[in-house]
Structures are given as structure tokens and as C-alpha cells.
């Protein structure tokens, strides 16, 4: 019903909740070491299958739009 309200409202974002193990958790700290802050991180890590290759690559071709 609240998606139902606010769904019009162009400012409403819908949240996801992901769940992260401790391996994933490993992979978004090494992602960050690459210099990228953890929301940006775990958006590029999510987008990405959970591949850390692929998101680091996204990251540096598309990270900095991202911020």
C-alpha cells in the first residue's frame, strides 16, 4: 500500500534489501581499497552478479559518474 502511495511521487525510491555474506563482505573491502565509497561499492558489486571482476571494471570505467 505504501509503494501504492508514493509511486507517483518522482522524489520516492524504492529501497532493496540485498543480503551479504562474509565472503561478499570481503569483496566490497577490497573494492573500497580501489578508493570508491562503500554505497557506490556495494551498487557496482550488486549490479555486477556478485562478480568482483566485473565490478571492479565497472567501477573504473563508470565510478565516478556514479558519485
Keep these: 500500500l505504501r509503494d ?3 509511486a507517483s511521487d518522482p522524489h520516492f525510491k524504492k529501497r532493496t ?3 551479504l555474506n562474509a565472503e561478499d563482505e570481503e ?3 577490497r573494492l573500497m ?4 565509497p ?3 561499492v556495494i551498487q557496482a ?3 555486477c552478479d556478485k ?3 566485473q565490478a571492479a571494471n565497472f567501477l ?3 565510478g565516478d559518474d556514479l558519485m
Excluded: C, H, K, S
Design 60 to 62: 573504473f570505467d563508470q
Design 45 to 47: 558489486f550488486l549490479a
Design 38 to 40: 562503500r554505497p557506490i
Design 33 to 36: 581499497g580501489l578508493g570508491f
Design 27 to 29: 569483496a566490497i573491502e
Design 17 to 19: 534489501v540485498a543480503q
Design 4 to 6: 501504492e502511495m508514493f
Design 51 to 53: 562478480d568482483e571482476n
